[in-house]
Each structure stands twice: as structure tokens, then as C-alpha cells.
């Protein structure tokens, strides 16, 4: 019964200076909201990222070309990985991995009247698999096409768009890149964005044609990908790599490789040592927010204290104990928090909501983001309301009643 009746006289004081009140939680309500706000972001880009990697292939390693060392110091050139190297990789472990090279660049690209610049990728058949891609029309070519260097094309889902036409209707027919002819054998279905890359704009030919036929006789690869028969082959399979490339490229033991690679696993990594940088940075700045709030919060109840000085005399003279004048003040400042931490998560999530309709941002409201943010909400009301109760309950009640 004590316990409600000091939550009334609590939420009493608040409506008696409702303005006062607000303008103070101001700073809790700014910080709280940035918290939820800042929290949704970081999950929801985090989410995104990681939705578009594990679109990028399961196991799926990325090996990359790196400096040509000499003597064990950096020559400043840079090693090419070949197809050579790819066709090496394939033999060394079939069971272990599954081979495609890739040489890319952004091409023009023509139909009829239609142009369009996009990029088109050289690869391997078996490129498709990895990627987990899917027709729409049509089939994909084959290692025949790749060892005959035929002009052949499969298109990304929004390519025939850009060329002004029906998917349905560019199978069989010939297109332009860059000036030379090729048929299209078919159209991936709808993929969407799969970590750097967006397969729905992209073009793809076979390596060997891209190499000779559009990207004039260059030998020289843009990366080779190696899919891992299972997650339990990975070490096995780093090996590997490791050793078939140190020989391909003569690379003796003990010097640094010329190569570098590179799974999905790294990539998640990566972003997230730099979320989380950002959220630090984010919290800090509204932890600042929410200290600044609990400083007002002090500063008013001390106030508050000195206008109710008579009051608290009269209580302690008619038996109410220091105990009572301290959780009372206490409970005032609290409740002022924690009505400000819930406003701030209102306006939180309010904040996310919008963000996510009109900027077309992914958010993700954290349920712990919500539970943390109230929680320090009510540590800062304690924390900064117990110096002004502790003055209230010391008050000398022969003192108290003679304030004016």
C-alpha cells in the first residue's frame, strides 16, 4: 500500500510540472530513440549483408591474384592467376572442389535498336551451381561451348529488359557484345543482389570465348572460384589450394604466396568487426545523450527538493521515517526515467519504421535493444535521483518547517 501511494504522490509531482517534466526527460527521450533507432539499422544492414552473401554460394572460396615476391620483398607487380592454374586446381581435387575461373569486365551491349552496358562474365559451367542459378529460359552452355570458344550467351532476368525485349523472345536470337554476335541460350530466373555481385544485370559467356573473342587474347583471370564439397573440407581444401598454386606459380617454401583467399565466412567477418565499431560509436554518442538527460534529471529533483522543503518537514514531523523521504524522491526520479526510456522506444521504433518506408532502408527491431535501453533508463534515474533524495532525506524536519 506504501509502495502505491508513494507512485501516486511520484506521479503527482510529475503532473504538477508536466512541461518541466518533459523538457527534463527531453535528453532520455533523445537518447533512448537513438539507441533503438541506431540499433534497428545496424541489424537490419547486418541481416541484408548477410542475406546476399549466403546468396553468393555455399563454400565457396574466392581466390584472388596478389604481389609477385622475390627474395622474400615485394617486387610491386602483380602475379596473374591463369586458366592453367583454374584447370590445375580441377585435376589436383575433384572430389574436393569444384572449379570455375572467371574473367569480367563491363561490355555494350546491343539488340536490334536497344543498348545497354552491363557486365559480362566469363566463366565456367559449372559457375551456375555454385551460385545457386536458376533458368527462367532456355539452358545454360556447356564445357563443348567453352572448349570450342562459341559465341554463346546466357542473359541475367533484367538484361532482356534493358534491350527491349521479352525474355521469352530473345532465346535463339542474336545479340551484340561489343560489336561481336552471340546467341542466347537462355535467362536466369529473378536472383536479386548476391554480395558484390547482381546477377539480374549481368551477362555471362563462356571463359574461353570472353578471353579470345571479347577481351582481346588476355590470358589473365579476374579470379577463380573453388566450391568445397562440404564445410568439413574446408581446412583440406585451403590446403590444397595452397599447394597446387605454390607449384603452378613456383612459389618455394618458406616465401609468401602470390595469392590470396578468401570464403563468405571472411566477408561476414569483416562487416561485422565494422558494425559493431560503428555501434560503439553510436552507443557512445547516445550514452552521452542519456547522461546529459541524467544531469537534468539531478539538476530538477534537486530543485524539487528546495521547493518542497515544508512538505518534507511537515512528513518527517508527522513520523515519516529518512527511509520514506529517500525512496520517495527516489521513485520520483525513477518514474521520470523510465517514462522517458518508453517515449524514447516509441519514437525509437517510430524512427526505424519510417526509415525503413520512405529511405527503403532494412531495419530490424532488437527486442534486447528495447529491454537494454529501458533497463538504462532506470539506472539513470537511480544513479543521478539518489544524491537529491539522499538531501531530501536529511532534511532537519525543525529546519524543514521554518523554510520560506
Same mark, same amino acid.
Given at each position: ?21 518533459f523538457l527534463t526527460a527531453l535528453g ?121 570458344? =562459341?559465341?554463346?550467351?546466357? !542473359?541475367?532476368?533484367?538484361?532482356? &529488359?534493358?534491350?527491349? +525485349?521479352? #525474355?521469352?523472345? /530473345?532465346? @535463339? ?88 583467399? =578468401?570464403?563468405?565466412?571472411? !566477408?561476414?567477418?569483416?562487416?561485422? &568487426?565494422?558494425?559493431? +565499431?560503428? #555501434?560503439?560509436? /553510436?552507443? @557512445? ?18 530543485v524539487s527538493v528546495t521547493e518542497r ?72 534515474g537511480l544513479f543521478f535521483g539518489l ?18
Open positions: 500500500m506504501l509502495i502505491k501511494e508513494i507512485l501516486w504522490v511520484a506521479l503527482g509531482a510529475i503532473r504538477a510540472n508536466l512541461l518541466r517534466s532520455i527521450i533523445i537518447g533512448v530513440s537513438a539507441v533503438i533507432a541506431m540499433v534497428a539499422l545496424g541489424e537490419g544492414a547486418q541481416r541484408r549483408v548477410e542475406d546476399q552473401i549466403s546468396r553468393m554460394g555455399t563454400n565457396v572460396l574466392t581466390i584472388r591474384a596478389g604481389q609477385r615476391f622475390f627474395g622474400g620483398v615485394s617486387t610491386g607487380t602483380t602475379e596473374d592467376l591463369t586458366v592453367e592454374d583454374a584447370e590445375a586446381l580441377r585435376d589436383q581435387s575433384p572430389d574436393v572442389l569444384t572449379i570455375s575461373p572467371e574473367i569480367s569486365s563491363r561490355t555494350q551491349n546491343a539488340y536490334l535498336r536497344w543498348n545497354s552496358n552491363n557486365q559480362t562474365r566469363g566463366v565456367w559451367p559449372e559457375y551456375f551451381g555454385m551460385y545457386n542459378l536458376e533458368l527462367e529460359h532456355g539452358l545454360f552452355f556447356d564445357q563443348g561451348h567453352v572448349q570450342g570458344r =562459341r559465341r554463346v550467351a546466357v !542473359l541475367g532476368h533484367a538484361v532482356p &529488359e534493358s534491350l527491349g +525485349t521479352p #525474355a521469352a523472345i /530473345l532465346i @535463339g536470337k542474336t545479340i551484340q557484345i561489343r560489336g561481336q554476335p552471340f546467341e542466347v541460350l537462355g535467362i536466369l530466373a529473378e536472383k536479386g543482389e548476391a554480395g558484390f555481385n547482381r546477377p539480374d544485370e549481368e551477362i555471362f559467356i563462356p571463359t574461353s570465348t570472353a578471353q579470345f573473342r571479347v577481351f582481346g587474347g588476355r590470358n589473365r583471370l579476374s579470379s577463380i572460384f573453388a566450391q568445397v564439397a562440404s564445410q568439413d573440407l574446408m581446412d583440406q581444401a585451403f590446403a590444397e589450394i595452397d599447394a597446387t598454386l605454390r607449384r603452378e606459380h613456383r612459389v618455394r617454401p618458406g616465401e609468401a604466396v602470390d595469392f590470396s583467399v =578468401r570464403n563468405s565466412s571472411d !566477408l561476414i567477418a569483416t562487416f561485422n &568487426e565494422t558494425n559493431e +565499431t560503428f #555501434a560503439l560509436l /553510436l552507443a @557512445g554518442i547516445a550514452g552521452i545523450s542519456l547522461i546529459v538527460g541524467g544531469i537534468g534529471i539531478m539538476n530538477i529533483m534537486l522543503t515544508r512538505e518534507i518537514g511537515i512528513r518527517k514531523a508527522l513520523g515519516a521515517t529518512r527511509g520514506a523521504i529517500l525512496f520517495q524522491f527516489l521513485i520520483e526520479a525513477l518514474v521520470l526515467c523510465v517514462m522517458g526510456g518508453v517515449i524514447g522506444v516509441l519514437a525509437g521504433v517510430g524512427g526505424a519504421m519510417a526509415i525503413s518506408q520512405f529511405a527503403e532502408w532494412n531495419t530490424a527491431i532488437s527486442p534486447q535493444s528495447i529491454v537494454m535501453a529501458l533497463a538504462f533508463s532506470a539506472g539513470i544524491w537529491p533524495a539522499q538531501r531530501a532525506a536529511k532534511l532537519n524536519p525543525i529546519d524543514a518547517l521554518r523554510y520560506e
